[in-house]
Protein backbone atom coordinates (compact mmCIF):
# COMPACT_ATOMS: atom_id res chain seq x y z
CA UNK A 1 0.00 0.00 0.00
CA UNK A 2 1.40 3.07 -0.79
CA UNK A 3 2.34 5.92 2.39
CA UNK A 4 0.05 8.93 2.23
CA UNK A 5 0.61 10.31 5.65
CA UNK A 6 3.38 13.59 6.37
CA UNK A 7 6.87 12.09 6.38
CA UNK A 8 8.80 13.36 9.32
CA UNK A 9 12.38 13.29 10.05
CA UNK A 10 13.91 13.39 13.43
CA UNK A 11 17.13 15.12 14.15
CA UNK A 12 18.31 14.61 18.49
CA UNK A 13 21.26 13.47 19.45
CA UNK A 14 19.28 12.02 22.59
CA UNK A 15 18.47 9.03 21.08
CA UNK A 16 15.90 7.71 24.32
CA UNK A 17 13.57 11.01 23.82
CA UNK A 18 13.82 10.56 19.72
CA UNK A 19 12.92 7.38 19.64
CA UNK A 20 10.02 8.51 21.88
CA UNK A 21 9.22 11.14 19.54
CA UNK A 22 8.70 8.55 16.85
CA UNK A 23 7.03 5.90 18.84
CA UNK A 24 4.17 9.21 19.93
CA UNK A 25 4.08 10.74 16.22
CA UNK A 26 4.21 7.40 14.52
CA UNK A 27 0.68 6.69 14.72
CA UNK A 28 -0.36 9.48 13.38
CA UNK A 29 2.66 9.95 10.79
CA UNK A 30 5.28 8.62 8.64
CA UNK A 31 8.43 8.97 10.88
CA UNK A 32 10.93 8.69 8.12
CA UNK A 33 14.06 8.25 9.99
CA UNK A 34 16.18 9.33 12.80
CA UNK A 35 19.54 11.27 13.01
CA UNK A 36 21.44 12.42 15.35
CA UNK A 37 23.91 15.43 14.65
CA UNK A 38 23.30 18.22 12.05
CA UNK A 39 25.28 17.29 9.27
CA UNK A 40 23.63 13.67 9.06
CA UNK A 41 20.39 15.91 9.67
CA UNK A 42 21.59 17.80 6.11
CA UNK A 43 22.42 14.58 4.58
CA UNK A 44 19.45 12.31 5.23
CA UNK A 45 16.80 15.39 4.37
CA UNK A 46 18.19 16.06 0.54
CA UNK A 47 17.72 11.91 0.39
CA UNK A 48 14.58 11.58 2.12
CA UNK A 49 12.86 14.65 1.46
CA UNK A 50 10.50 14.93 4.34
CA UNK A 51 7.60 17.25 4.71
CA UNK A 52 8.52 17.69 8.35
CA UNK A 53 11.87 17.67 10.49
CA UNK A 54 11.77 17.77 13.96
CA UNK A 55 14.91 18.77 15.25
CA UNK A 56 17.09 20.18 18.52
CA UNK A 57 18.35 23.12 18.85
CA UNK A 58 21.47 22.30 20.46
CA UNK A 59 23.22 18.85 18.30
CA UNK A 60 26.96 17.67 18.15
CA UNK A 61 29.14 18.36 14.33
CA UNK A 62 26.27 20.98 13.55
CA UNK A 63 24.25 23.31 15.51
CA UNK A 64 20.11 22.38 15.00
CA UNK A 65 19.42 26.18 13.22
CA UNK A 66 22.71 26.27 10.84
CA UNK A 67 21.35 22.71 9.85
CA UNK A 68 17.75 23.95 9.34
CA UNK A 69 18.89 27.03 7.36
CA UNK A 70 21.44 24.59 5.13
CA UNK A 71 17.83 22.13 4.36
CA UNK A 72 15.70 24.90 3.66
CA UNK A 73 18.12 26.39 1.10
CA UNK A 74 17.85 22.96 -1.04
CA UNK A 75 14.29 22.12 0.22
CA UNK A 76 12.28 25.69 0.99
CA UNK A 77 9.07 23.57 1.31
CA UNK A 78 10.32 21.81 4.46
CA UNK A 79 8.51 22.45 7.76
CA UNK A 80 11.25 23.17 10.58
CA UNK A 81 9.56 22.33 14.21
CA UNK A 82 12.27 22.79 17.02
CA UNK A 83 11.99 20.95 20.11
CA UNK A 84 14.50 22.05 22.90
CA UNK A 85 15.16 22.62 26.25
CA UNK A 86 16.30 26.22 25.03
CA UNK A 87 14.05 28.78 26.00
CA UNK A 88 15.89 31.72 25.44
CA UNK A 89 13.82 34.21 23.42
CA UNK A 90 16.80 35.06 21.22
CA UNK A 91 17.06 31.99 20.30
CA UNK A 92 13.79 31.10 19.68
CA UNK A 93 13.53 34.47 17.69
CA UNK A 94 16.57 33.05 15.58
CA UNK A 95 15.03 29.80 14.82
CA UNK A 96 12.02 31.69 13.15
CA UNK A 97 14.35 34.08 11.18
CA UNK A 98 16.00 31.25 9.70
CA UNK A 99 13.13 29.54 8.57
CA UNK A 100 11.90 27.55 11.63
CA UNK A 101 7.39 26.73 11.48
CA UNK A 102 7.21 26.02 14.90
CA UNK A 103 9.40 26.24 18.70
CA UNK A 104 8.41 23.90 21.13
CA UNK A 105 10.07 23.40 24.61
CA UNK A 106 11.02 19.40 25.65
CA UNK A 107 8.54 20.18 28.70
CA UNK A 108 5.67 20.07 26.39
CA UNK A 109 3.09 17.62 26.50
CA UNK A 110 2.85 14.45 24.10
CA UNK A 111 -0.79 16.06 22.43
CA UNK A 112 1.20 19.47 22.15
CA UNK A 113 3.59 17.86 20.20
CA UNK A 114 1.25 16.52 18.15
CA UNK A 115 -0.94 19.56 17.79
CA UNK A 116 1.85 20.89 16.50
CA UNK A 117 3.04 19.33 13.43
CA UNK A 118 -0.70 19.22 13.01
CA UNK A 119 -0.52 22.95 12.62
CA UNK A 120 2.49 23.47 10.75
CA UNK A 121 1.51 21.23 8.06
CA UNK A 122 -1.69 23.34 7.54
CA UNK A 123 0.81 26.47 7.27
CA UNK A 124 0.37 28.07 10.62
CA UNK A 125 3.08 28.91 13.26
CA UNK A 126 3.82 27.23 16.56
CA UNK A 127 5.15 27.93 19.64
CA UNK A 128 4.83 26.47 23.11
CA UNK A 129 2.26 28.74 25.11
CA UNK A 130 4.63 29.37 28.06
CA UNK A 131 7.31 31.17 25.81
CA UNK A 132 6.84 35.02 25.84
CA UNK A 133 5.45 35.67 22.94
CA UNK A 134 5.52 40.01 22.80
CA UNK A 135 9.40 39.42 23.29
CA UNK A 136 10.19 36.93 20.59
CA UNK A 137 7.98 38.90 18.24
CA UNK A 138 10.23 42.12 19.09
CA UNK A 139 13.16 40.34 18.74
CA UNK A 140 11.68 38.58 15.39
CA UNK A 141 11.00 41.98 14.00
CA UNK A 142 15.41 43.12 14.53
CA UNK A 143 16.33 40.66 11.51
CA UNK A 144 18.61 43.89 10.06
CA UNK A 145 20.37 43.25 13.52
CA UNK A 146 20.90 40.11 13.78
CA UNK A 147 20.88 38.96 10.01
CA UNK A 148 24.40 41.35 10.03
CA UNK A 149 25.95 39.68 13.09
CA UNK A 150 25.12 36.22 11.68
CA UNK A 151 27.10 37.19 8.66
CA UNK A 152 30.03 38.06 10.50
CA UNK A 153 31.42 34.19 9.42
CA UNK A 154 30.20 32.41 6.03
CA UNK A 155 28.34 28.63 6.52
CA UNK A 156 31.62 27.02 6.04
CA UNK A 157 33.51 29.36 8.73
CA UNK A 158 30.31 28.32 11.31
CA UNK A 159 30.82 24.79 10.58
CA UNK A 160 34.96 24.91 11.41
CA UNK A 161 33.82 26.93 14.38
CA UNK A 162 31.60 24.52 15.92
CA UNK A 163 33.88 21.32 15.27
CA UNK A 164 37.00 23.38 16.91
CA UNK A 165 34.94 24.47 20.07
CA UNK A 166 33.62 20.63 20.92
CA UNK A 167 37.56 19.93 20.87
CA UNK A 168 37.90 18.32 18.04
CA UNK A 169 41.59 18.98 16.28
CA UNK A 170 42.59 20.31 12.81
CA UNK A 171 43.26 17.09 11.48
CA UNK A 172 39.61 15.37 12.43
CA UNK A 173 37.78 18.64 11.33
CA UNK A 174 39.14 18.16 7.80
CA UNK A 175 38.03 14.70 8.07
CA UNK A 176 34.78 15.25 8.99
CA UNK A 177 34.26 18.19 6.49
CA UNK A 178 36.60 16.38 3.41
CA UNK A 179 39.01 19.41 3.68
CA UNK A 180 42.75 19.54 4.26
CA UNK A 181 44.15 20.43 7.63
CA UNK A 182 45.83 23.43 5.86
CA UNK A 183 42.58 24.68 4.80
CA UNK A 184 40.90 24.16 8.35
CA UNK A 185 43.55 25.94 9.91
CA UNK A 186 43.37 29.19 6.98
CA UNK A 187 39.40 29.29 8.34
CA UNK A 188 40.36 29.36 12.06
CA UNK A 189 42.63 32.34 11.06
CA UNK A 190 40.53 34.07 8.97
CA UNK A 191 37.83 33.54 11.70
CA UNK A 192 40.15 35.39 14.44
CA UNK A 193 41.09 38.03 12.11
CA UNK A 194 37.16 38.41 11.72
CA UNK A 195 36.28 38.96 14.73
CA UNK A 196 39.35 40.08 16.57
CA UNK A 197 40.09 37.17 18.87
CA UNK A 198 43.29 35.77 19.82
CA UNK A 199 42.86 32.51 21.71
CA UNK A 200 40.85 29.80 21.39
CA UNK A 201 38.34 30.40 24.68
CA UNK A 202 37.39 33.47 23.08
CA UNK A 203 36.72 31.72 19.80
CA UNK A 204 34.73 29.25 22.36
CA UNK A 205 32.99 31.81 23.87
CA UNK A 206 32.18 33.59 20.52
CA UNK A 207 30.43 29.93 19.61
CA UNK A 208 28.45 30.00 22.86
CA UNK A 209 27.37 33.26 22.38
CA UNK A 210 26.15 33.21 18.71
CA UNK A 211 24.28 29.91 19.64
CA UNK A 212 26.72 28.34 17.11
CA UNK A 213 27.81 25.58 20.56
CA UNK A 214 24.90 24.97 22.76
CA UNK A 215 26.22 26.24 26.57
Same mark, same amino acid.
Given at each position: ???????? /??????? $? /?????? &??? =??????? @??????????? +??????? =??????? #?????? #???? @???? !??????? %????????? =?? *?????? $?????????? %???????????? &? =???? @? %?????????? +???? $????????????????????????????? #? !?????????????? &??????????? *?? /? #????????????????????
Amino acid at each position: MLETRPRI /LIADDHI $F /LAELCK &RLL =DAEFHVI @GIVTDGRAMVR +EAARLEP =DVILADV #GMPILN #GLDA @GQQV !KKSLPSV %KLLYLSMKN =DP *EIVAEA $FRRGASGYML %KTCTSSQLVVAV &R =DILR @G %KTYMSPTLPR +ETIG $FLRRQNATVAKDAERLTERQREVLQLLAE #G !KVMKEVGAILNMTT &RTVAFHKYRMM *ER /L #GVTTNAELVRYAVESHILAA
